[in-house]
């Protein structure tokens, strides 16, 4: 800060001490009726607009997708970003170091910005940075919101043509949560798996998708993906069939 800066805060900062009013007990006052009325809304909407409780929760579901509440959606959105590389990075990066470096920001910000001015139309930096990251945590919590994530049990992938492996695989792969994580024909997550629409155009062979789905690491070294190797051989086969012919046999 300048000096004549200096001066002229603190003259500024003397005159609106003459005439201002102390903190207690005017202050505190008016904090306290804004704090009650708060309480005040959120008792009458209780009473008022009651919320359903929804089903019981079932513990044995394997085909519940969770999803965050809406204003978790922007680090739900973070998880997506880093997603395709290691199983631990997209959590660690999304929950931990992006957040924190943010808050870290905010703590250390006062001792950055040690301007005087307090008119926002006069700190154009901060009003650009602060509309930035605002605008940055809509735009990914509509991201988050809109994301293709997850599948329900009874979904079906339209292919042509239906067949037993087609409907079977189509079964499995909904079943064993594969769709939380692979996309088939717009059915499914985007990430952190490949889409597996054309998976059958690799031409890998049926073989290899069994090995695969056994141990993931056998044939991508480094894979993230969770092995199956307890699933029953012929759910494997069915799998690998199916996986084998998707953009080729089935469309
Ligand atoms: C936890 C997430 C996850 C689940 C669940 C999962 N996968 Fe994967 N899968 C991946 C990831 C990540 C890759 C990419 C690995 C790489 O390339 O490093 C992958 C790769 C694949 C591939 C190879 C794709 C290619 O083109 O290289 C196939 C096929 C596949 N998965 C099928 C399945 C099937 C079938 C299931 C269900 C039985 C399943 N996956 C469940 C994460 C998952």
Redesign the pocket.
Known sequence: MKKSQQEAYKQDYAAAKKDGKPFFPYAIYKDSLIALLAIGIVITLAIVARVEIGEPVNPASSDFIPRPEWYFFFLFELLRIFK?QNVLTPVIMGTFIIPNILILLMIIWPFIDRGPERRIWKRPISMAVGTLVIAFMGYMTYLGATAPEGIGSGETIELEPQDEISTRGTEL?IA???G???MIKGVGAAG???N?TN?GG?NRGVQW?ID??KN?QSK?P?????A?ASLPQQDLEV?GEY?NNLGTKYK
């Open positions: 395709n792969f064993n949560g594969c939380s994580c692979h952190p798996g490949p597996l998976e690799k998708q695969h789905l993931p991508i480094g894979s993230s993906m969770p199956f799998l996986l």
